[in-house]
T-cell receptor
Framework: AQSVSQHNHHVILSEAASLELGCNYS??????LFWYVQYPGQHLQLLLK??????LVKGIKGFEAEFIKSKFSFNLRKPSVQWSDTAEYFC????????????FGSGTKLNVKP | DGGITQSPKYLFRKEGQNVTLSCEQN?????MYWYRQDPGQGLRLIYY???????QKGDIAEGYSVSREKKESFPLTVTSAQKNPTAFYLC???????????????FGSGTRLTVV
C-alpha cells in the first residue's frame, strides 16, 4: 500500500531561520507530489506541486521543494521563515494511474517565534 | 465568493445514531471528495464522486454512505456501523476528476464530529 511519511510532527523555529520539512513516500510508479498548507483558522490550500521536469519546484511565499526520485523524497524548504509561516504542512502523493487517490502525510506543525 | 461550505462546524452524536455531514460547493466543480483526519495521521479518503449520481468507495468507506443527487452537494452519513467515528471530516472538490492532479483540491473548513 502507498504511504506518505512526515517525520517531523512539530517544528519550532525563530524568525529568519531556515526550514526543511521531510516527506518520504512509498510507491514504485510515477507520482505527482504536493505540499499543502493550513494556516490557523483557514482551509487547506495548495503550496506547490511537482509533476515532471525540473525536480526543484518553487511555490508561493518563497517555499520550494526538491523531488529526489532515488530517495522517494519531496522535502519542503524555505531559506528564511517568517512568523506568518506558522501553520500545519501536509505532503501528499498522487499516483498518476489513479488520479482520484491522494495519500497524505500526517502533517507537520510549524511554529515560528517572532 | 466561490468555495466549499461544510456544516455544522462541530457535531455531537450519541452512540448508535446516524448523522449526516453537509458539503455544498458553488464552484461548479464536477468532482467531490470526503476525507477523514485523525490526530497524528494523514487525511484518508472515504468516498469520492466524479459526476452526479455516481460515487466510489475510498480507502475507508466502511460505516459511511454518501449521495450525489446534485452537482453542488455531497453529503456524508456516518452510520452506527462506523466503529470509531470521532474525527475531523474534510470535504474537497476539483474542477474535473482529471484536474485534481493538476490543480489540487479546494477544501472546505471541516466538521469535527464527536461521539458521546
Amino acid at each position: 500500500a502507498q504511504s506518505v511519511s512526515q517525520h517531523n510532527h512539530h517544528v519550532i523555529l525563530s524568525e529568519a531561520a531556515s526550514l526543511e520539512l521531510g516527506c518520504n513516500y512509498s510507491y514504485g510508479g510515477t507520482v505527482n507530489l504536493f505540499w499543502y498548507v493550513q494556516y490557523p483558522g483557514q482551509h487547506l490550500q495548495l503550496l506547490l506541486k511537482y509533476f515532471s521536469g525540473d525536480p526543484l519546484v518553487k511555490g508561493i511565499k518563497g517555499f520550494e521543494a526538491e523531488f529526489i526520485k532515488s530517495k522517494f523524497s519531496f522535502n519542503l524548504r524555505k531559506p528564511s521563515v517568517q512568523w506568518s509561516d506558522t501553520a500545519e504542512y501536509f505532503c501528499a502523493v498522487n499516483a498518476r494511474r489513479n488520479f482520484n487517490k491522494f495519500y497524505f502525510g500526517s502533517g507537520t506543525k510549524l511554529n515560528v517565534k517572532p | 465568493d466561490g468555495g466549499i461550505t461544510q456544516s455544522p462546524k462541530y457535531l455531537f452524536r450519541k452512540e448508535g445514531q446516524n448523522v449526516t455531514l453537509s458539503c455544498e460547493q458553488n464552484l461548479n466543480h464536477d468532482a467531490m471528495y470526503w476525507y477523514r483526519q485523525d490526530p497524528g495521521q494523514g487525511l484518508r479518503l472515504i468516498y469520492y464522486s466524479q459526476i452526479v449520481n455516481d460515487f466510489q468507495k475510498g480507502d475507508i468507506a466502511e460505516g459511511y454512505s454518501v449521495s450525489r443527487e446534485k452537482k453542488e452537494s455531497f453529503p456524508l452519513t456516518v452510520t452506527s456501523a462506523q466503529k470509531n467515528p470521532t474525527a475531523f471530516y474534510l470535504c474537497a472538490s476539483s474542477l474535473h476528476p482529471g484536474t485534481v492532479a493538476n490543480y489540487g483540491y479546494t477544501f472546505g473548513s471541516g466538521t469535527r464530529l464527536t461521539v458521546v
